[in-house]
């Protein structure tokens, strides 16, 4: 029997990722190596996201992550913890939000009600319940380890720099950058507030996160959703969004 492939895709000597599937909105996992610890971004949408993610890893013959960095609170990013089998950390703000999303109840009635308050977005929702043809499956749980501002993490020979950003997309983004190899993962910072202002940008919290990139030592990252760029290309895009000249990166 022919072996299976394994889905992932190596970035460099230390970084790996799997990529985002459209159809039930899972997000980018990102995988970084070291010498005495391994780090895994993000948790994944479920524990068969998370499984997935396992098996292309030993199928890589990679070690199981030692520690997994939360760039934010939503869904996608995280309702994976249940099966991870390694800690997570996030910042103060997102173990906050995780709380309160593991009081909710996974009912018919219960989701309608989070639609019709604006607690949920009609897209969300949508993906969940493909993620999910058992809603009761559904197991929200915080993170196990909190900081807040910024932490640096020594993985053996490499380092990795997680700090929150300002961002639109969620008030408590969380960045990984590891600057021995001028890279970083972004999860969905540059993206639009889709809770607030239907995929919009705050202006002033836009601003913020460009002068903020600009100043981070890497050189191409990938997004929650999307491919490895340039950091030079991504920036062009934001400040023209943004209504700013071209800046240095």
Not at 141 to 166: C, H, S, W, Y
Request: aromatic share 8%; hydrophobic share 40%.
């Amino acid at each position: 029997m022919k072996e299976e492939k394994s889905p992932l895709r190596q970035i460099n000597i230390r970084v790996w990722f799997l990529p985002a599937e459209e159809e039930t909105d899972r997000p980018v996992l990102g995988y970084v190596w070291g010498d005495r610890w391994s780090l895994q971004i993000d948790a994944g949408a479920s524990p068969a996201h998370v499984e997935k993610f396992r098996r292309a890893l030993a199928q890589q013959g990679l070690a199981a992550p030692s520690l997994a960095v939360l760039t934010h609170w939503h869904w996608d990013h995280t309702f994976g913890l249940d099966a991870l089998g390694c800690p997570a950390l996030a910042c103060q703000k997102t173990q906050e939000a995780l709380e309160r999303v593991s009081r909710w109840a996974w009912t018919e009635e219960a989701m309608a009600r989070r639609l019709e308050t604006g607690e949920e977005i009609p897209f969300c929702d949508e993906h969940i319940r493909r993620e999910y043809p058992d809603l009761q499956a559904i197991q929200v749980r915080p993170a196990d380890m909190v900081f807040e501002k910024a932490l640096t993490l020594n993985l053996g020979g490499i380092t990795a720099q997680v700090q929150e950003l300002p961002a639109a997309h969620s008030q408590d983004s969380v960045i990984v950058v590891l600057p021995e190899l001028r890279f970083a993962f972004l999860g969905d910072a540059v993206c639009g507030d889709f809770y607030g202002l239907d995929g919009a940008y705050d202006p002033e919290r836009l601003r913020q996160m460009i002068d903020a990139l600009e100043e981070l030592p890497f050189d191409r990252c990938i997004t929650g959703h999307g491919s490895p760029e340039d950091k030079a290309s991504l920036l062009r895009e934001l400040r023209e969004e943004a209504g700013l000249a071209p800046g240095k990166a």
